[in-house]
């Protein structure tokens, strides 16, 4: 794994290593309860493409590895626990977003611990 775990530490980081802005899209239109799972889906797209640094995935190669985070959730969706888990590799089977998968193992850690908080507000219905 290179230093771009370094580079990468927030949307913000994500946005300069792929000489982007960092204004969101504007979510006006959809409804306020659900723009919070939308901007997360978004910044998370944004922050795997910059830690894949230019690596794109071959959907129909089934030999590649496709890693993702896996969380865990213990209790209700507003008491409960959300956590990082480990990472799965499953071929080109994919049990999250194409767009949120990594390279390898070492940086679908990375990115679980580090943005936990925007796994939950994606995946968790507060």
């Known amino acids: 794994m290179?230093?771009?775990t370094e580079k990468v530490k927030n949307y913000e980081d994500a946005c300069k290593v792929l000489n982007r802005e960092t204004t969101l899209p504007d979510f006006s239109?959809?409804?306020e309860k659900d723009r919070k799972p939308l901007i997360a889906h978004f910044k998370l797209t944004v922050?795997?493409?910059a830690l894949n640094?230019?690596?794109?995935h071959d959907w129909n190669?089934?030999?590649?590895d496709k890693w993702y985070p896996w969380f865990y959730m213990f209790g209700s969706s507003s008491s409960g626990r959300f956590s990082f888990g480990g990472s799965a590799d499953l071929?080109?089977?994919s049990f999250c977003g194409s767009r949120l998968?990594?390279?390898s193992e070492k940086l679908a850690d990375y990115a679980g611990k580090q943005f936990e908080?925007?796994?939950r507000e994606y995946f968790v219905i507060d």
């Open 2 to 4: 290179s230093n771009i």
């Open 29 to 31: 239109m959809i409804p």
């Open 47 to 49: 922050i795997c493409e």
């Open 53 to 56: 640094e230019g690596h794109i």
């Open 61 to 64: 190669n089934g030999k590649w």
């Open 91 to 93: 071929g080109s089977r």
């Open 101 to 103: 998968c990594f390279k």
């Open 117 to 119: 908080q925007l796994y």
